[in-house]
Protein backbone atom coordinates (compact mmCIF):
# COMPACT_ATOMS: atom_id res chain seq x y z
CA UNK A 1 0.00 0.00 0.00
CA UNK A 2 3.18 2.40 0.81
CA UNK A 3 3.85 1.65 -2.67
CA UNK A 4 0.61 3.43 -3.94
CA UNK A 5 1.45 6.32 -1.75
CA UNK A 6 5.25 6.51 -2.83
CA UNK A 7 3.35 6.09 -6.84
CA UNK A 8 1.93 8.83 -6.46
CA UNK A 9 4.11 11.34 -4.49
CA UNK A 10 7.11 10.04 -7.34
CA UNK A 11 4.66 11.50 -10.00
CA UNK A 12 3.77 14.53 -8.31
CA UNK A 13 7.94 15.02 -7.72
CA UNK A 14 8.43 14.52 -11.45
CA UNK A 15 6.22 16.45 -12.66
CA UNK A 16 7.13 19.86 -10.27
CA UNK A 17 11.10 18.59 -11.02
CA UNK A 18 10.10 18.20 -14.78
CA UNK A 19 8.22 21.50 -15.40
CA UNK A 20 10.41 23.51 -13.41
CA UNK A 21 13.85 22.38 -15.47
CA UNK A 22 11.82 22.78 -18.89
CA UNK A 23 10.08 26.19 -18.70
CA UNK A 24 14.07 27.54 -19.00
CA UNK A 25 14.99 25.41 -21.53
CA UNK A 26 12.54 24.52 -23.86
CA UNK A 27 14.37 25.58 -27.06
CA UNK A 28 16.58 22.92 -27.16
CA UNK A 29 15.76 19.41 -29.60
CA UNK A 30 17.21 17.20 -26.32
CA UNK A 31 14.87 19.32 -23.79
CA UNK A 32 11.84 18.78 -26.45
CA UNK A 33 12.09 15.14 -26.95
CA UNK A 34 11.62 15.54 -22.79
CA UNK A 35 8.87 17.62 -23.08
CA UNK A 36 6.81 15.08 -25.32
CA UNK A 37 8.21 12.23 -23.82
CA UNK A 38 6.85 13.92 -20.34
CA UNK A 39 3.37 14.31 -21.85
CA UNK A 40 3.33 10.46 -22.65
CA UNK A 41 4.59 9.94 -18.85
CA UNK A 42 1.12 12.23 -18.00
CA UNK A 43 -0.95 9.98 -20.11
CA UNK A 44 0.68 6.83 -17.92
CA UNK A 45 3.20 5.71 -20.35
CA UNK A 46 6.31 5.36 -18.34
CA UNK A 47 7.69 3.42 -21.32
CA UNK A 48 8.73 6.36 -22.99
CA UNK A 49 12.25 7.40 -23.05
CA UNK A 50 15.03 10.19 -24.31
CA UNK A 51 18.14 9.46 -26.69
CA UNK A 52 20.29 10.44 -24.32
CA UNK A 53 22.51 13.10 -26.27
CA UNK A 54 24.94 15.57 -25.74
CA UNK A 55 26.92 16.23 -22.84
CA UNK A 56 27.72 18.02 -19.73
CA UNK A 57 24.52 19.20 -17.19
CA UNK A 58 22.00 18.25 -20.67
CA UNK A 59 23.39 14.78 -21.10
CA UNK A 60 23.08 14.60 -17.06
CA UNK A 61 19.50 15.68 -16.93
CA UNK A 62 18.55 13.19 -20.26
CA UNK A 63 20.21 10.26 -18.32
CA UNK A 64 18.67 10.91 -14.74
CA UNK A 65 15.13 11.66 -16.57
CA UNK A 66 15.40 8.08 -18.15
CA UNK A 67 16.54 6.62 -14.67
CA UNK A 68 13.55 8.26 -13.40
CA UNK A 69 10.65 7.33 -15.81
CA UNK A 70 11.92 3.22 -15.33
CA UNK A 71 12.10 3.93 -12.01
CA UNK A 72 8.08 5.18 -12.46
CA UNK A 73 7.17 2.84 -14.56
CA UNK A 74 8.40 -0.27 -11.99
CA UNK A 75 6.73 1.18 -9.00
CA UNK A 76 3.53 1.26 -11.59
CA UNK A 77 4.06 -2.27 -12.60
CA UNK A 78 3.86 -2.94 -9.28
CA UNK A 79 1.08 -1.05 -8.40
CA UNK A 80 -1.09 -2.63 -11.05
CA UNK A 81 0.28 -6.09 -10.39
CA UNK A 82 -0.69 -5.75 -6.41
CA UNK A 83 -4.09 -4.93 -7.95
CA UNK A 84 -4.64 -7.49 -10.18
CA UNK A 85 -3.33 -10.09 -7.92
CA UNK A 86 -5.77 -8.75 -5.34
CA UNK A 87 -8.87 -8.73 -7.64
CA UNK A 88 -8.14 -12.19 -8.84
CA UNK A 89 -8.02 -12.98 -4.85
CA UNK A 90 -10.90 -12.24 -4.43
CA UNK A 91 -12.87 -12.65 -7.75
CA UNK A 92 -12.29 -16.34 -7.69
CA UNK A 93 -13.76 -17.22 -4.47
CA UNK A 94 -16.87 -15.25 -5.15
CA UNK A 95 -17.38 -16.97 -8.72
CA UNK A 96 -17.25 -20.23 -6.54
CA UNK A 97 -19.53 -19.51 -3.82
CA UNK A 98 -22.15 -18.25 -6.52
CA UNK A 99 -21.48 -21.47 -8.53
CA UNK A 100 -22.09 -24.02 -5.77
CA UNK A 101 -25.00 -21.71 -4.15
CA UNK A 102 -27.23 -21.87 -7.99
CA UNK A 103 -25.75 -25.39 -8.10
CA UNK A 104 -27.50 -26.16 -4.74
CA UNK A 105 -30.86 -23.87 -5.71
CA UNK A 106 -31.32 -25.85 -9.04
CA UNK A 107 -32.20 -28.34 -6.49
CA UNK A 108 -31.70 -32.47 -7.82
CA UNK A 109 -28.43 -33.54 -5.47
CA UNK A 110 -28.06 -35.96 -2.97
CA UNK A 111 -27.79 -35.28 0.68
CA UNK A 112 -23.89 -35.96 0.38
CA UNK A 113 -23.36 -33.83 -2.45
CA UNK A 114 -25.66 -30.53 -0.69
CA UNK A 115 -22.94 -31.42 2.25
CA UNK A 116 -20.03 -31.69 0.10
CA UNK A 117 -21.27 -27.64 -1.90
CA UNK A 118 -22.28 -26.56 1.37
CA UNK A 119 -18.61 -27.16 2.92
CA UNK A 120 -17.07 -25.67 -0.15
CA UNK A 121 -19.09 -22.43 0.34
CA UNK A 122 -18.19 -21.88 3.96
CA UNK A 123 -14.26 -22.99 3.06
CA UNK A 124 -14.24 -20.16 -0.09
CA UNK A 125 -16.00 -17.74 2.42
CA UNK A 126 -13.46 -18.30 5.26
CA UNK A 127 -10.64 -17.77 2.76
CA UNK A 128 -12.75 -14.77 1.59
CA UNK A 129 -12.77 -13.14 4.80
CA UNK A 130 -9.03 -14.59 6.31
CA UNK A 131 -7.99 -12.49 2.85
CA UNK A 132 -9.80 -9.59 3.54
CA UNK A 133 -8.48 -8.92 7.15
CA UNK A 134 -4.69 -9.99 6.29
CA UNK A 135 -5.29 -7.02 3.54
CA UNK A 136 -6.84 -4.88 5.83
CA UNK A 137 -4.05 -5.97 8.48
CA UNK A 138 -0.96 -5.58 6.04
CA UNK A 139 -2.47 -1.80 5.17
CA UNK A 140 -2.73 -0.94 8.51
CA UNK A 141 0.23 -2.12 9.72
CA UNK A 142 2.37 -0.75 6.13
CA UNK A 143 0.67 3.15 7.14
CA UNK A 144 1.44 2.72 10.94
CA UNK A 145 5.43 4.32 11.53
CA UNK A 146 5.04 3.62 15.77
CA UNK A 147 3.83 0.71 17.63
CA UNK A 148 0.47 1.97 19.65
CA UNK A 149 -0.90 0.31 23.26
CA UNK A 150 2.71 -1.18 24.04
CA UNK A 151 2.42 -3.24 27.33
CA UNK A 152 4.73 -5.39 29.27
CA UNK A 153 4.10 -9.23 29.12
CA UNK A 154 6.07 -12.55 28.70
CA UNK A 155 6.05 -13.98 25.03
CA UNK A 156 6.93 -17.26 25.94
CA UNK A 157 3.22 -17.40 27.26
CA UNK A 158 2.16 -15.91 24.26
CA UNK A 159 3.27 -18.30 21.95
CA UNK A 160 2.55 -21.28 23.93
CA UNK A 161 -1.14 -19.71 23.79
CA UNK A 162 -0.85 -19.55 20.10
CA UNK A 163 -0.42 -23.29 19.96
CA UNK A 164 -2.96 -24.04 21.82
CA UNK A 165 -5.63 -21.68 20.11
CA UNK A 166 -4.09 -23.89 17.21
CA UNK A 167 -5.18 -27.30 18.69
CA UNK A 168 -8.19 -27.67 16.87
CA UNK A 169 -5.64 -27.60 13.27
CA UNK A 170 -2.58 -30.59 14.54
CA UNK A 171 -4.31 -32.58 17.21
CA UNK A 172 -6.55 -34.32 14.85
CA UNK A 173 -3.20 -35.14 12.56
CA UNK A 174 -1.11 -36.30 15.44
CA UNK A 175 1.40 -33.66 15.40
CA UNK A 176 3.60 -33.14 18.57
CA UNK A 177 4.87 -29.84 19.49
CA UNK A 178 8.43 -29.43 21.57
CA UNK A 179 8.56 -26.36 23.29
CA UNK A 180 12.05 -24.77 24.85
CA UNK A 181 10.43 -21.38 26.00
CA UNK A 182 12.08 -20.01 28.97
CA UNK A 183 10.32 -16.40 30.70
CA UNK A 184 11.01 -14.55 27.95
CA UNK A 185 9.79 -10.92 29.43
CA UNK A 186 8.80 -9.15 26.52
CA UNK A 187 7.15 -5.27 25.53
CA UNK A 188 5.41 -4.72 22.43
CA UNK A 189 1.50 -4.32 21.13
CA UNK A 190 0.61 -8.04 22.27
CA UNK A 191 -2.42 -8.42 19.26
CA UNK A 192 -0.41 -7.20 16.48
CA UNK A 193 2.40 -9.81 17.88
CA UNK A 194 0.09 -12.40 18.30
CA UNK A 195 -0.80 -12.26 14.44
CA UNK A 196 3.05 -13.23 13.99
CA UNK A 197 2.68 -16.33 16.24
CA UNK A 198 -0.28 -17.62 14.71
CA UNK A 199 1.16 -17.19 11.29
CA UNK A 200 4.57 -18.62 11.67
CA UNK A 201 3.26 -21.67 13.61
CA UNK A 202 -0.01 -22.50 11.57
CA UNK A 203 2.46 -22.93 8.82
CA UNK A 204 4.36 -25.07 10.29
CA UNK A 205 1.34 -27.11 10.87
CA UNK A 206 0.18 -26.48 7.15
CA UNK A 207 3.26 -27.75 5.81
CA UNK A 208 4.09 -30.87 8.15
CA UNK A 209 3.32 -34.36 7.14
CA UNK A 210 0.96 -36.14 10.14
CA UNK A 211 2.47 -37.08 13.19
CA UNK A 212 5.36 -35.01 12.43
CA UNK A 213 7.30 -32.52 15.29
CA UNK A 214 7.58 -28.93 15.54
CA UNK A 215 9.85 -27.41 17.47
CA UNK A 216 10.31 -23.54 19.15
CA UNK A 217 12.78 -22.49 21.49
CA UNK A 218 13.09 -19.04 22.42
CA UNK A 219 16.33 -17.45 24.45
CA UNK A 220 17.11 -13.75 25.52
CA UNK A 221 20.64 -12.09 25.06
CA UNK A 222 20.67 -9.14 27.23
CA UNK A 223 17.97 -6.94 25.28
CA UNK A 224 17.78 -9.25 22.26
CA UNK A 225 15.18 -12.62 22.23
CA UNK A 226 15.54 -14.64 19.43
CA UNK A 227 12.62 -17.41 18.89
CA UNK A 228 13.25 -20.04 16.21
CA UNK A 229 10.18 -21.90 15.23
CA UNK A 230 11.11 -25.06 12.93
CA UNK A 231 9.19 -27.82 11.40
CA UNK A 232 10.35 -30.72 9.23
CA UNK A 233 7.21 -30.74 6.77
CA UNK A 234 7.72 -30.28 2.96
CA UNK A 235 10.47 -27.34 3.17
CA UNK A 236 10.69 -24.94 0.47
CA UNK A 237 12.08 -24.70 -2.95
CA UNK A 238 15.42 -22.40 -3.39
CA UNK A 239 13.43 -20.39 -5.96
CA UNK A 240 10.39 -19.55 -3.69
CA UNK A 241 12.66 -19.25 -0.68
CA UNK A 242 13.66 -15.79 -1.77
CA UNK A 243 9.76 -14.93 -2.37
CA UNK A 244 8.36 -15.89 0.59
CA UNK A 245 7.34 -12.69 2.62
CA UNK A 246 6.23 -11.13 -0.57
CA UNK A 247 2.72 -10.61 -0.92
CA UNK A 248 0.63 -12.91 -2.04
CA UNK A 249 3.75 -15.07 -3.03
CA UNK A 250 2.41 -19.06 -2.63
CA UNK A 251 5.33 -21.50 -3.04
CA UNK A 252 4.58 -24.39 -5.68
CA UNK A 253 3.80 -27.03 -2.74
CA UNK A 254 0.70 -24.73 -1.44
CA UNK A 255 -1.21 -23.82 -4.53
CA UNK A 256 -3.53 -26.15 -3.58
CA UNK A 257 -3.98 -25.92 0.48
CA UNK A 258 -5.51 -23.20 1.33
CA UNK A 259 -4.00 -19.45 1.71
CA UNK A 260 -3.39 -16.61 0.14
CA UNK A 261 0.38 -15.70 0.61
CA UNK A 262 -0.16 -12.77 2.92
CA UNK A 263 0.58 -14.34 6.20
CA UNK A 264 4.05 -14.25 5.90
CA UNK A 265 4.38 -10.39 3.80
CA UNK A 266 2.12 -9.47 7.43
CA UNK A 267 4.67 -11.16 9.72
CA UNK A 268 7.68 -9.49 7.83
CA UNK A 269 6.13 -6.27 8.50
CA UNK A 270 5.13 -6.50 12.15
CA UNK A 271 8.96 -7.64 12.99
CA UNK A 272 9.77 -4.69 11.08
CA UNK A 273 8.18 -2.35 13.01
CA UNK A 274 8.98 -4.00 16.07
CA UNK A 275 12.42 -3.41 14.84
CA UNK A 276 13.48 -6.87 14.73
CA UNK A 277 13.89 -9.23 11.75
CA UNK A 278 12.92 -12.37 10.19
CA UNK A 279 14.82 -15.01 8.44
CA UNK A 280 14.00 -18.50 7.04
CA UNK A 281 15.72 -21.30 6.22
CA UNK A 282 14.45 -24.65 3.97
CA UNK A 283 15.64 -28.04 2.89
CA UNK A 284 13.38 -29.33 0.41
CA UNK A 285 11.22 -32.03 1.82
CA UNK A 286 13.36 -32.04 5.21
CA UNK A 287 11.56 -28.89 7.26
CA UNK A 288 11.85 -24.91 7.39
CA UNK A 289 12.96 -23.09 10.22
CA UNK A 290 12.08 -19.42 11.13
CA UNK A 291 14.33 -17.12 13.14
CA UNK A 292 13.40 -14.34 14.57
CA UNK A 293 15.42 -11.19 16.60
CA UNK A 294 13.60 -8.75 18.26
CA UNK A 295 14.45 -6.32 20.96
CA UNK A 296 13.16 -6.74 24.03
CA UNK A 297 12.20 -3.20 23.94
CA UNK A 298 11.15 -1.88 21.02
CA UNK A 299 13.14 1.13 20.18
CA UNK A 300 10.44 3.35 19.20
P1 LIG B 1 0.10 -18.99 2.64
O1 LIG B 1 -1.20 -18.36 2.90
O2 LIG B 1 0.23 -19.59 1.28
O3 LIG B 1 0.54 -19.92 3.74
P2 LIG B 1 2.30 -17.34 3.56
O4 LIG B 1 2.62 -15.91 3.25
O5 LIG B 1 2.05 -17.67 4.99
O6 LIG B 1 1.10 -17.75 2.63
O7 LIG B 1 3.50 -18.23 3.03
C1 LIG B 1 3.99 -18.01 1.72
C2 LIG B 1 4.54 -19.29 1.15
O8 LIG B 1 5.72 -19.69 1.88
C3 LIG B 1 3.60 -20.47 1.30
O9 LIG B 1 2.68 -20.50 0.23
C4 LIG B 1 4.57 -21.65 1.26
O10 LIG B 1 4.94 -21.94 -0.06
C5 LIG B 1 5.80 -21.09 1.96
N1 LIG B 1 5.86 -21.47 3.38
C6 LIG B 1 5.62 -20.68 4.45
N2 LIG B 1 5.85 -21.34 5.60
C7 LIG B 1 6.23 -22.59 5.26
C8 LIG B 1 6.61 -23.75 6.00
N3 LIG B 1 6.65 -23.77 7.35
N4 LIG B 1 6.95 -24.86 5.29
C9 LIG B 1 6.94 -24.86 3.94
N5 LIG B 1 6.59 -23.79 3.18
C10 LIG B 1 6.24 -22.67 3.83
Redesign the pocket.
Known amino acids: MRRLVDSTRWRFIACVVVSNLLSGLVSAKPIQNMVEATKSISRGDYSVRVEESGSGDIAELLRSFNRMTAELGSTEMMRNDFINIFSHEFKTPIVSIRGFARRLRRGGLTKEQQAEYLDFIVEESERLSKLASNVLLISRYENQKLVAEQTDYDLDEQIRTSVLRLESQWAPRGLIFELDLPRLPYRNNSEMMEHVWM ?1 LIS ?2 I ?2 SRDGGAIFISGAQENDRIFVTVR ?1 E ?4 RPE ?1 LGH ?1 FDKF ?3 D ?2 RVSV ?7 LVHRIVELSGGSITAE ?1 TLGKG ?1 TFRLELPATPLR
Request: charge should be negative.
Open positions: NNAKFDGTGIDIYQGSSGNGLGLASS
